[in-house]
């Protein structure tokens, strides 16, 4: 096989990616319903509502998702500054089951982080909980360098919540791990 076609079997498998990978963009207020129906799929009982969800996006806070053009939305996150603007809190990060594990979740809390430091250049810190039983998202947490820093008892009714830091604003915008 010449240089020639391995060069174009690697083009045409990553441009095979590129058009499997969902569009990331800014959430919209006609996203709300959708939004929500992914967040009962995602957290159950512990869902936000689309009232909830509307009302952060007034907030003009930093929401991104993932859809392909004409397809389902695949997942959507959000962050909320603090009132000190040097940090901030990932709200949500919801990514359908089927869709997990492809590198669609550390990509939006990417575009999250880049929203973050655009607006707010002083951000230095990003935190989070999640479930204690949640082993799954608290791997993918510590991989993108997220450290464990508190536990609070009793935060989802019968689970305690687990308090995630990131003290690397500008590395999670880059997309790059610890």
């Keep these: 096989m010449s240089r020639r076609q ?3 079997g690697r ?12 569009e990331l963009r800014g959430a919209r207020f006609t996203d709300v319903p959708e939004m929500a129906r992914l967040d009962r799929i995602c957290f159950e009982e512990h869902a936000y509502s689309a009232d909830l969800i509307l ?6 806070l930093p929401c991104v998702v993932a859809k392909r053009e004409g397809g389902p ?8 500054p603090e009132p000190d603007e040097r940090t901030c809190v990932l709200v949500t990060l919801d990514v359908l089951p089927e869709h997990r594990r492809r590198g669609l979740g550390t990509r939006m809390i990417s575009w999250c982080a880049r929203s973050m430091l655009d607006s707010y250049p002083q951000t230095e810190l990003m ?6 039983r949640n082993e799954g998202a608290r791997a993918f947490y510590g991989r993108l360098g997220f450290r464990e820093a508190d536990v609070i008892e009793g935060y989802y009714g019968d689970d ?6 990131h003290l690397g604003m500008k590395v999670l915008a880059d997309g790059r791990g610890p």
Excluded: N, Y
């Design 6 to 8: 391995v060069d174009q």
């Design 11 to 22: 083009a045409s498998k990553s441009t095979d990616l590129e058009r499997r990978l969902p």
């Design 55 to 60: 009302r952060f996006l007034e907030l003009d």
């Design 73 to 80: 939305m695949m997942g959507f996150a959000m962050v909320m």
């Design 127 to 132: 935190w989070l909980t999640v479930a204690s």
């Design 160 to 165: 305690d919540a687990v308090v995630m830091v």
